[in-house]
């Protein structure tokens, strides 16, 4: 029921949005290892975006 961040660097915002591409949860980060709570999502196809200052990356995942 979360989702594990590793990264180099600390990444300022994570963003879930559903498939519809509605903003369904955003998250501060505050360390380079970090557990996102996923516990209250509907399963589903969801869209995970990571932002570090103007650089961005999207990954999809599926909540069972």
């Keep these: 029921n979360s989702i594990k961040l590793s990264s180099l660097c600390v990444l300022d915002e ?7 591409g509605e ?15 996923v516990k ?3 399963p589903g196809v969801y869209f995970l975006q990571l932002k570090k200052g103007t650089a961005t990356e999207v990954k999809k995942f599926v909540k069972q």
């Design 14 to 20: 994570a963003t879930i949005y559903n498939s519809s």
């Design 23 to 37: 903003v369904v949860e955003t998250f501060k980060l505050k360390s380079a290892l970090q557990d996102l709570n």
């Design 40 to 42: 209250d999502l509907l």
